[in-house]
């Protein structure tokens, strides 16, 4: 079979790989589709090199078919589509013994801790898939994943029918928090630097800021949200861009006693304004990853046409053009971009 690895130096390499059978308790996947990711971009810019071991097959957006049963694994049989929730927790630690197993303190991320889903053929623990309705496509089926993650940080921010929130940055994870949003009853503004991302958040129906240049709307985006919210403030801000400026600025869009979500990954400590949090009382909340129940919803969601997935995937490539679409997505040509693993995998 072939397979990707990341091979450190911001480079990714396909070769060919021996499958082994599926173990005693696991289940051997035929992957068909997997989406490259933000934490997929901090892999390659080394940025995770503590926690990877090079070279390492990557990759955990994804969606495949049962291929082969192991040993006492009950309840699936091949042909079954399926994703996987790239969890595995160890069940002992404080974190988990509390009921937050999702962010066990040994959390093994599978597709990044351990190897993921950027081959033909991938086994992992039973435990770990999530069943597939038939009328879901494949391909916006590998969208469960990050629609997950939005699924998680809506639901963690305990947003309300008629809340009004800010989502600053447009990413692919941006726009999935905005849609989560919407259909969860919440009116959204999207704040995004990227002309053409705007242009796509736009068409989806979203009201779009540029915080640059503001000419659109003849006011700051914070004048903006003021008056959209008559003068309260937003009762949610998602900070998804990552970006020091974004963070420092994020408690200016809140209302008193709104709820700032830290969404994005940062890279190194940023600067808060604390003085805003103690003044406005504001609620500060980390999200990370998701639950079961994240990952049923968005499953639920997708299939029901609520996630605009065919706007969010701009292209998708064959295994054997992985480099290139890391390439894209790091120089921000593309806003999701699938790997088709099962592309050529017949001559391997």
């Not at 259909?183 to 989806?204: C, M, N, P, Q, T």
């Not at 200016?252 to 940062?266: E, W």
Request: proline share 5%; with cysteine; glycine share 10%.
């Amino acid at each position: 079979m072939l397979a990707a690895h990341y091979a450190g130096n911001r480079t990714m390499t396909v070769g060919e790989a021996e499958p082994a059978p599926p173990g005693p308790g696991q289940v051997q996947i035929a992957v068909a589709y997997n989406g490259i990711c933000g934490t997929d971009l901090h892999i390659l810019s080394g940025h995770m090199d503590a926690r990877v071991d090079v070279p390492a097959i990557i990759g955990h957006e994804m969606s495949g078919t049962v291929a082969a049963l192991g040993e006492g694994v009950e309840g699936w049989a091949v042909g079954d589509p399926v994703t996987v929730m790239p969890l595995a927790w160890d069940g002992t630690c404080p974190a988990c013994l509390a009921g937050n197993r999702h962010i066990c303190q040994n959390l093994d991320f599978v597709g990044i801790d351990s190897p993921g889903a950027l081959q033909g053929r991938w086994n992992v623990d039973a435990n770990l898939l999530v069943r597939l309705p038939g009328t879901l496509s494949l391909q916006h089926a590998a969208l469960v994943e990050p629609t997950a993650v939005a699924v998680h940080d809506v639901r963690r921010a305990e947003l309300a029918p008629g809340d009004k929130a800010v989502v600053i940055g447009g990413g692919p994870i941006g726009v999935l928090i905005a849609a989560v949003a919407r259909s969860f009853g919440a009116e959204v503004v999207v704040i995004e630097l990227d002309d053409k991302r705007r242009e796509r958040i736009a068409d989806l129906g979203f009201t779009v800021l540029d915080p640059r240049d503001d000419t659109a709307v003849e006011k700051s985006t914070v004048a903006y949200v003021e008056e959209w919210t008559e003068g309260a403030g937003a009762d949610v801000v998602f900070e998804v861009s990552g970006a020091a400026a974004a963070v420092l600025g994020a408690v200016d869009y809140a209302k008193v006693r709104g709820t700032l979500v830290v969404v994005a990954i940062h890279p190194e400590p940023r600067p808060v304004n604390l003085q805003r949090v103690f003044w406005r009382e504001l609620r500060l909340l980390g999200a990370r990853v998701y639950q079961r129940e994240d990952f049923e919803k968005a499953i639920e969601l997708l299939d029901a046409g609520d996630i605009p997935a065919d706007a969010l995937i701009t292209a998708t490539v064959p295994l054997s053009e992985i480099q290139s679409a890391f390439d894209a997505l790091t120089a921000g040509e593309a806003m999701k971009i699938l790997i088709d693993v099962q592309a050529g995998q017949e001559n391997a």
